[in-house]
């Protein structure tokens, strides 16, 4: 158990749908990170947050968007879902901001249907 | 453009062997690098980490070694247990110059280490 928690486990939804995935992250760390893996591909980093503040981003659709809160959880907002965006969403966390350990939570399975 | 690769999709060792499982880079600005390990319905765990001012870090029966000039790193896992059986991921960040903790991974290598 990493202590980076996530839910929904899984998620079956629409396309055209809005979904929200939560991660928390363990506890006295700092930054939070979300990734994608989808089918036979490595995992692709989507977006970083260090307290509170967005501190780098990457091949992240304009149609999903992160936030982390004041008690630096973090969601994951995916909207106009397609297809194509059927994947695995992890989530990891670390103690800095900078080059750390991330330790990763189970994942959420998105499938769009 | 994949930054990180790790050509061999698969691995098969006998228990008790070596396992050596290989990584390149193409971005010279990376200089700190990670291997994970994922089992089915889990998330990666972290196994092994170095900086580009080592070319070896060793823990336990887990060595990684850096190979700078060669842009390459490997894993070596000896003794190698059937509970090894994973996927192994190689990821790569470029700390120094991004001040982030962005990871690039590479595709992962599936290894399968037979009683």
């Known amino acids: 158990d990493s202590g980076v928690t996530q839910t929904p486990k899984h998620l079956i939804t629409a396309t055209g749908q809005r979904v929200t995935l939560r991660c928390s992250p363990r506890?006295?760390?700092?930054?939070v990170y979300w990734y994608q893996q989808s089918l036979d591909q490595g995992l692709q980093f989507l977006i970083q947050?260090?307290?509170?503040?967005?501190?780098a981003k990457g091949n992240i659709l304009e149609r999903f968007s992160a936030q982390q809160f004041p008690d630096l959880h973090s969601e994951l907002n995916l909207s106009s879902l397609e297809l194509g965006d059927s994947a695995l969403y992890f989530c990891?966390?670390?103690?800095?901001?900078?080059?750390?350990?991330?330790?990763f939570g189970p994942g959420t399975r998105l499938t769009v249907l | 453009d994949q930054q990180v690769k790790q050509n061999s999709p698969s691995l098969s060792v006998q228990e008790g062997r070596i396992s050596i499982l290989n990584c390149d880079y193409t971005?010279?600005?990376?200089?700190?690098f990670l291997w994970y390990k994922k089992y089915p319905a889990e998330g990666p765990t972290f196994l092994i980490s170095?900086?580009?001012?080592?070319d070896k870090n060793e823990d336990g029966r887990f060595t990684v070694f850096l190979n700078k000039s060669a842009k390459h790193l490997s894993l070596h896992i000896v003794p190698s247990q059937p509970g090894d059986s994973a996927v192994y991921f190689c990821?790569?960040?470029?700390?120094?110059?991004?001040?982030?903790?962005?990871?690039?991974f590479g595709q992962g290598t599936t290894l399968q280490v037979k009683p």
């Open positions: 170095i900086s580009s001012i080592k």
């Open positions: 971005n010279s600005m990376f200089d700190y």
């Open positions: 947050y260090y307290n509170g503040e967005e501190r």
């Open positions: 990891a966390s670390s103690v800095g901001g900078g080059t750390y350990e991330q330790f």
């Open positions: 506890s006295g760390d700092l930054s």
């Open positions: 990821a790569a960040s470029a700390h120094r110059s991004s001040n982030t903790g962005k990871l690039i």
